[in-house]
């Protein structure tokens, strides 16, 4: 997942992929949904938000609030929520393409209009600030889930 709320893979990843001259592709850029002013709580284990540690409790209630302030961020840039996350993808660098999921056809044009944003420097200080690293509470998969993607351990 690369998204406003996974950055750590600028840290971890980038820099070896790149050495080797590897392009990246982003998927999860709206975080499972979780970057959408309609994003609900999990209530339960259903669907895949019951298996996402960003989606329960107080960890939600924290995301919720990164999420409205990038909300109030779009908005004041002209753009979507959806196109101010993958403008900022695509702002990382032309070595990263972001998979665009989309339920419908309305959905898609929104994002792929992000494809035609430049975000300033102005902009990507304005959201560093919003979500700076480390802001985001919960962790992107459960433990049970995490020990499963780490092949080195099994």
């Given at each position: 997942e690369y998204s406003l709320f996974g950055r750590?893979?600028?840290?971890?990843?980038?820099?070896?992929?790149?050495?080797?001259?590897?392009?990246l592709v982003a998927y999860g850029v709206l975080s499972?949904?979780?970057?959408?002013?309609?994003?609900?709580?999990?209530?339960?284990?259903?669907?895949?938000?019951?298996?996402?540690?960003?989606?329960?409790?107080?960890?939600?209630?924290?995301?919720?609030?990164?999420?409205?302030?990038?909300?109030?961020?779009?908005?004041?840039?002209?753009?979507?929520?959806?196109?101010?996350?993958?403008?900022?993808?695509l702002s990382r660098g032309d070595d990263i393409v972001p998979l665009a999921g989309a339920r419908n056809r309305t959905q898609l044009a929104d994002i792929l209009k992000a494809a035609d944003v430049t975000l300033s420097p102005e902009a990507l200080r304005r959201i560093e600030a919003v979500v700076p690293k480390g802001a985001v509470a919960g962790t992107r998969y459960g433990a049970e889930q995490m020990a499963h993607l780490d092949s080195e351990t099994h």
């Open positions: 750590d893979i600028e840290d971890a990843i980038l820099p070896a992929i790149r050495e080797r001259g590897i392009g499972r949904g979780l970057i959408s002013p309609q994003a609900t709580a999990s209530t339960g284990n259903a669907g895949i938000r019951g298996r996402r540690p960003r989606f329960h409790g107080e960890n939600f209630v924290t995301n919720a609030k990164l999420v409205s302030a990038l909300q109030a961020l779009a908005a004041d840039l002209g753009l979507t929520l959806p196109q101010l996350a993958f403008a900022w993808v």
